[in-house]
T-cell receptor
Framework: GAGVSQSPRYKVAKRGQDVALRCDPI?????LFWYQQALGQGPEFLTY????????KSGLPSDRFFAERPEGSVSTLKIQRTQQEDSAVYLC??????????????FGPGTRLTVT | AQSVTQLGSHVSVSEGALVLLRCNYS??????LFWYVQYPNQGLQLLLK??????LVKGINGFEAEFKKSETSFHLTKPSAHMSDAAEYFC??????????FGAGTRLFVKA
């Protein structure tokens, strides 16, 4: 079956532009996570959705970052007025279980964002 | 605060040799622990997980890890490395809520 997909796979933005990153989770998965992975680092938690409810956004680095999952399936991570420090790979993961990731998360291939 | 430390950002082994990737965690409560593998241009894939059952956990592709509470460690091993094992490996910890904490990763190189 299809896994988690993300688009675009690569995005180059000029500083100050807004970007939108899309995540298509595995069909029927209740939980959806966004992570930011800087070069040479492990993924860092950004936010968590259970269906359409955003239950944890404590990892979003600033109010320029906004995520939504309006119908409980596809999610979009939006970054306004991009800065160079936003350059990273943005990973999406989904899980069939609600609540925290005590179980397995299924990761997408990521979107590599480069801000010039 | 919860943290995960992976010792060695790069590890190089010969094909057929033992693979040992080190992970230490810091947590005030018993964690769930995970090892993920990431191949170039692909998402992270779960290798194995510890959820407070058996302390020796077997995963896919011949990997296993042992939870040692006294050492706060969860090292990943494989008896005989294969060229296809070359990838980046991440150790991760979860203690509740919604947040998984990842280590910085260890890149494994396998020499022919």
């Amino acid at each position: 079956g299809a896994g988690v997909s993300q688009s675009p796979r690569y995005k180059v933005a000029k500083r100050g532009q807004d970007v939108a990153l899309r995540c298509d989770p595995i069909s029927g998965h209740v939980s959806l996570f966004w992570y930011q992975q800087a070069l040479g680092q492990g993924p860092e938690f950004l936010t968590y959705f259970q269906n359409e409810a955003q239950l944890d956004k404590s990892g979003l680095p600033s109010d320029r970052f906004f995520a939504e999952r309006p119908e409980g399936s596809v999610s979009t991570l939006k970054i306004q007025r991009t800065q160079q420090e936003d350059s990273a790979v943005y990973l999406c993961a989904s899980s069939p279980r609600p609540g925290g990731p005590g179980g397995e998360q299924y990761f997408g291939p990521g979107t590599r964002l480069t801000v010039t | 605060a919860q943290s995960v430390t992976q010792l060695g950002s790069h590890v190089s082994v010969s094909e057929g040799a033992l693979v040992l990737l080190r992970c230490n965690y810091s947590s005030s409560v018993p964690p769930y622990l995970f090892w993920y593998v990431q191949y170039p241009n692909q998402g992270l894939q779960l290798l194995l997980k510890y959820t407070s059952a058996a302390t020796l956990v077997k995963g896919i592709n011949g990997f296993e890890a042992e939870f040692k509470k006294s050492e706060t460690s969860f090292h990943l091993t494989k008896p005989s490395a294969h060229m296809s094992d070359a990838a980046e490996y991440f150790c991760a910890s979860f203690t509740g809520g919604f947040k998984t904490i990842f280590g910085a990763g260890t890149r494994l190189f396998v020499k022919a």
